[in-house]
T-cell receptor, first 114, second 113 residues
Framework: QQQVKQSPQSLIVQKGGISIINCAYE??????FPWYQQFPGKGPALLIA?????SEKKEGRFTISFNKSAKQFSLHIMDSQPGDSATYFC?????????????FGPGTRLSVLP | NAGVTQTPKFQVLKTGQSMTLQCAQD?????MSWYRQDPGMGLRLIHY???????DQGEVPNGYNVSRSTTEDFPLRLLSAAPSQTSVYFC????????????FGPGTRLTVL
């Protein structure tokens, strides 16, 4: 029930195309759903996040779509650029004990071809 | 303003050796945590702390100890390293346990032979 599933494992997109990464969860106590971007040799950095009371959030070329009933959420990268080439992690979190239970998906390696 | 710093960047240990991974932050954040990242498994929470003197276990705490004597520092100790602890370790901070955005350090790549 703690698992966050993520697909695809890897994704190759042409410059200017749309990149779509999907995630699914089971734990209905999760109340915050962030996406992190990680470049090689660096720590993950928050890209965009959404709460379950909203169905969509857009920040620039990045959009999260959230389907609470299906327990699924996805990241869309419009007009993908070579600089977007990185590993993307979805995550879900809930408050527990003294802290937060952050559960990450296994990651999607995105390559944007020039 | 360094943010979150981790030392060392790389470390090679032999089975049974002990070591401490250092994490420091200058953002005055209450919440700090340690994750390990393994291929195909995302990041998994090892331990976390909501302030000086308060720590708790995450998903994969076995083989690791933590303590938090100051707001700034949150070291992770491996008491007797095992090959299964070969991984990349990330420290992360957040303003508090309720504020969700976490800031990650650059990581420590540990190899246990």
């Amino acid at each position: 029930q703690q698992q966050v599933k993520q697909s695809p494992q890897s994704l190759i997109v042409q410059k200017g195309g749309i990149s779509i990464i999907n995630c699914a969860y089971e734990n209905t106590a999760f109340d915050y759903f962030p996406w992190y971007q990680q470049f090689p040799g660096k720590g993950p950095a928050l890209l965009i996040a959404i709460r379950p009371d909203v169905s969509e959030k857009k920040e620039g070329r990045f959009t999260i779509s959230f389907n609470k009933s299906a327990k699924q959420f996805s990241l869309h990268i419009m007009d993908s650029q070579p600089g977007d080439s990185a590993t993307y992690f979805c995550a879900a979190t809930e408050l527990i004990n003294y802290g937060q239970n952050f559960v990450f998906g296994p990651g999607t390696r995105l390559s944007v071809l020039p | 303003n360094a943010g979150v710093t981790q030392t060392p960047k790389f470390q090679v240990l032999k089975t049974g050796q002990s070591m401490t991974l250092q994490c420091a932050q200058d953002m005055n954040h209450e919440y700090m945590s340690w994750y390990r990242q393994d291929p195909g498994m995302g990041l998994r929470l090892i331990h976390y702390s909501v302030g000086a003197g308060i720590t708790d276990q995450g998903e994969v705490p076995n083989g690791y100890n933590v303590s938090r004597s100051t707001t700034e520092d949150f070291p992770l100790r491996l008491l007797s390293a095992a090959p299964s602890q070969t991984s990349v370790y990330f420290c992360a901070t957040a303003r508090d346990r309720v504020y969700n955005e976490q800031f990650f350090g650059p990581g420590t790549r540990l190899t246990v032979l």
